[in-house]
């Protein structure tokens, strides 16, 4: 509940628009960066930081993580963003497939192919940033159009890469794949470990993949096609309270909850209980909106309240439990 607190806490400081532009916009390239330094890294290097007791270790990485995050971002703004002040929608969207794609690449794809070419870790580590980046620009270009924005203020055709699909859609579509990804990792991976030559790179990150991209394709057609919710409500109400509701399973609880229990029975309780935890805290969050920020409207054009509850979840929240889970070790509540 402290994450959440100081979640709260830091997001009423800000009026929507600049939470929803900058404060967003900054965190979101900090997670890739939090993603290599707890998933690939391990948060045993850089070593000046690993080295240290808590709390200086987690000091060291909270601040390495903003650092290179800020880097990320100025980078991002001068190029996805043409220099744009506040930051676009397109560039927004831009920072939250990069997060997409870096769990794809740390995760799904274990580091592979930087694990198996260069043994230095902070190399490797660079490796799946650049893994990422590139996977992320690929899907951007390809899949992401904002026609649907033009003659709207924030619209800049040079900006638009005119891809294939309605951005929104893209962009909820991309979201889900993240929440299969932990679907999958409720399940620790069953039934791809029940076929020992699935579980090696970069057959795993293949065959997980196209896995994941199937369970969203079903998700979304019933979602979005069969029941005819609106992308954004689909957002907030499937992929992001289940994404929140994993993290709190795996991360805060460290995956101690059901121990007791053996695959595919583990999964189910955990997939269950990251479900029913995601949604009382996105109702939660819900209710507390408007004493945080204000009263915000919902749906359609700028659905903001869809924005904004996705944002403090994703965007600040996750970022936060992450720095305390994995960084500070849970540090003090729980000794290292």
């Known amino acids: 509940m402290i994450g959440i607190c100081l979640s709260l806490g830091f997001i009423s400081l800000f009026d929507f628009p600049t939470f929803a532009g900058w404060i967003s916009y900054f965190l979101l390239c900090v997670i890739p960066v ?26 060291l990485l909270v601040l390495i993580g903003l650092a290179v995050g800020g880097i990320i971002a100025a980078v991002a703004f001068q190029t996805i963003g043409g220099g744009i002040s506040p930051p676009t929608p ?3 969207m ?3 497939v990069t997060v997409v794609t870096t769990f794809w690449a740390a995760i799904k794809l274990g580091g592979w192919p930087a694990a198996s070419l260069v043994k230095n870790p ?7 940033l650049l893994t990422s980046e590139i996977g992320c620009y690929l899907i951007y270009k390809i899949c992401f159009n904002f026609g649907f924005l033009r003659g709207a203020p924030v619209y800049v055709a ?10 929104w859609k893209a962009l909820v579509f991309c979201v889900t794949i993240v929440a299969a990804m932990f679907l ?12 020992p030559k699935v579980m090696r790179q970069p057959v795993l990150g293949i065959v997980w993949s196209i896995f994941a991209v199937v369970l969203v394709g079903i998700a979304f057609f019933l979602g979005v096609g069969v029941a005819g919710m609106d992308p954004m409500t689909f957002l907030v109400r499937v ?29 189910i309780v955990t997939t269950v209980s990251a479900a029913v935890v995601g949604l009382l805290l996105t109702g939660l969050y819900g209710v507390l909106a408007p004493t945080v920020t204000g009263t915000l409207r919902t749906g359609p054009p700028g659905y903001d309240f869809e924005i904004w509850l996705a944002s403090a979840l994703l965007a600040v929240t996750f970022p936060f439990l992450i720095f305390i889970a994995e960084f500070f070790k849970l540090w003090p509540f729980q000794k290292t």
């Open 239 to 267: 992929p992001v309270p289940f994404i929140f509701g994993s993290i709190i399973v795996l991360n805060m609880f460290q995956d101690m909850l059901f121990q007791k229990f053996e695959q595919p029975m583990k999964g």
């Open 34 to 59: 939090q993603i290599i330094l707890a998933i690939t890294l391990g948060t045993n290097h850089p070593g000046f930081a690993s080295r240290r007791a808590q709390p200086a270790n987690g000091i």
């Open 94 to 96: 831009y920072a939250i």
């Open 122 to 128: 902070l190399a490797t580590g660079f490796g799946v």
């Open 90 to 92: 397109m560039l927004v």
């Open 184 to 195: 999958i990792v409720d399940f620790e991976l069953w039934p791809l470990t029940m076929f």
């Open 158 to 167: 040079a900006l638009d890469p005119q891809g294939l699909f309605n951005a």
